[in-house]
């Protein structure tokens, strides 16, 4: 059961959520939440044996559900910035040099500086290789003479969602991207090729 991967749980209008377990899901379907599924993914998850029938129970989930709930999203407020999800979104590489690292030799940079009142936010994060992390220093990329690759910007909730996950199926993904293309958001530079 433990190879199950995350399912999309989406709103009853089809805008993506959360991820939840598969745990979640079941327990979703038995208490009639689920309103409709969308994608190919479909799993088989068996429970016990009825004592009396000899039967053994099973429930089938879908990899993207719709649930009817007063889920909360984060539509209207900031995604939570962590290291893993900023790498994630600036490709790992960084974005002053534009060479890829692994996650082990990137660092966050603070593009206004932390030390003079620059915020952990996402417009004004990048990932940085070390050198070029120590070469800025506590100065902004036009003091230190170097040039950012691409603007920072605060993923969308399909993007977020994207950046969250790292076993995504492919119906997920697709259902995903297409949200995320419906939804772009406004004046954002997206990262182009170093």
Not at 41 to 64: D, K, L, P, V
């Amino acid at each position: 059961m433990e190879s199950i991967p995350a399912i999309l749980k989406l709103d009853a209008g089809g805008l993506p959520v959360s991820w939840i377990r598969w745990q979640t899901a079941v327990t979703l379907y038995s208490r009639e939440r689920v309103r409709w599924v969308a994608g190919e993914g479909r799993f088989t998850i068996y429970g016990g044996i009825c004592a009396r029938t000899g039967e053994r129970s099973s429930i089938e989930i879908g990899s993207i559900i719709a649930v009817a709930d007063k889920s909360k999203r984060y539509e209207r407020s900031t995604p939570l910035l962590t290291n893993r999800t900023l790498f994630q979104r600036d490709r790992n590489l960084c974005l002053y040099c534009g060479s890829s690292f692994p996650i082990s030799q990137l660092t966050r940079d603070h593009v206004y500086p932390a030390s003079r009142g620059g915020q952990s936010v996402w417009e004004n994060c990048v990932s940085a290789c070390r050198e070029c992390n120590q070469r800025k220093d506590d100065r902004t990329p036009e003091e230190s003479g170097m040039k950012l690759l691409a603007v920072p910007y605060t993923p969308n909730l399909a993007e977020y969602l994207i950046l969250q996950n790292r076993r995504i199926l492919a119906d997920q993904m697709e259902f995903l991207q297409a949200y995320a293309r419906k939804h772009p958001k406004q004046g954002r530079a997206r990262l182009r090729s170093a």
